[in-house]
């Protein structure tokens, strides 16, 4: 699936999807809530009410850079909280070369935040060390969000962030900066300490990668439902009703970190997807 803005293009790489069973991230979405929200069906939710997600990578090709936006879960993690994201041998290279971006054509890296699920393919396994997975690339990641998970490391921190750094490729950015001409950083904090999305901006046109201050649509609808994995919930509602209000009504297309894209319109006091 591609998305354009002007002269950028933005690729997205599925490393996973799911069909419901996602309930242990927005607790109160049963189906019956799902069902009643219409316009969530079929892109975003099934006939029986089940929330469609993704795990995925994006990338983002402008005239000179190739940048790669979130990096999944990765292959062969160990010590993950969710069994089955450990031992993982998923085909996400491949696909990532098939879509024309080979992981030495990659010149930069983005983490939105550092939650397991954004970072893994950072480093991959090779005999018995975890080297960096795109190694022409710099990668780019927040400054308080690194000082967040680095005062405590976590084994994804340890397996997928720390080598980067250690071979000299990282580099640490404030949540208000830019990273290309065409591409600026908006602090979304909440889900994490220092979590940023993207505002893409090419010849009048503009797509927003929101990351995860929205995990799944339904919450434009119910802003107030937070994600099991937020930091700080009343946070993460403030930096979702920012942007809803902030690209309500306009062309940016929003693409999330775990589902595709669609521009938000009000819906009455709150607000929906619309493709």
């Not at 890296?109 to 699920?117: I, P």
């Not at 503009?206 to 649509?217: E, N, R, T, V, Y």
């Not at 107030?224 to 297309?253: H, K, N, V």
């Amino acid at each position: 699936m591609q998305w354009t803005a002007g002269r950028v293009r933005v690729t997205r790489i599925v490393e996973l999807e799911s069909l419901g069973g996602t309930r242990f991230i927005l607790p109160q979405a049963s189906r019956e809530e799902v069902q009643a929200l219409p316009w969530l069906e079929p892109d975003f939710a099934d006939g029986e009410g089940r929330m469609k997600m993704t795990i995925h990578a994006l990338v983002v090709e402008t005239p000179n850079r190739r940048i790669l936006i979130d990096s999944g879960l990765g292959n062969d993690k160990q010590d993950r909280s969710i069994p089955a994201w450990n031992n993982l041998a998923t085909p996400f290279l491949e696909r990532l070369a098939e879509a024309g971006y080979p992981a030495e054509s990659i010149d930069t890296v983005v983490c939105t935040h550092l939650h397991v699920d954004h970072v893994g393919w950072n480093t991959r396994l090779v005999e018995g060390r975890w080297l960096p997975t795109f190694p022409a690339a710099r990668y780019l990641f927040g400054r308080a969000e690194y000082d967040h998970w680095a005062a405590k490391p976590p084994a994804h921190f340890v397996d997928s962030v720390a080598p980067v750094m250690a071979a000299g490729q990282g580099a640490l950015y404030d949540a208000d900066s830019r990273i290309a001409d065409v591409i600026s950083l908006i602090p979304t904090p909440g889900h994490s300490p220092g979590h940023f999305s993207l505002l893409i901006s090419s010849q009048g046109e503009s797509l927003l990668l929101a990351g995860d201050a929205a995990h799944h649509p339904i919450q434009l609808a119910h802003l107030d439902w937070c994600s099991t994995a937020d930091f700080d919930t009343g946070q993460a509602i403030r930096s979702r009703l920012m942007l809803a209000e902030r690209f309500a009504g306009s062309d940016t297309r929003v693409i999330g970190g775990h589902f595709a894209g669609g521009r938000i319109v009000r819906d009455g006091a709150a607000f929906r997807l619309a493709m």
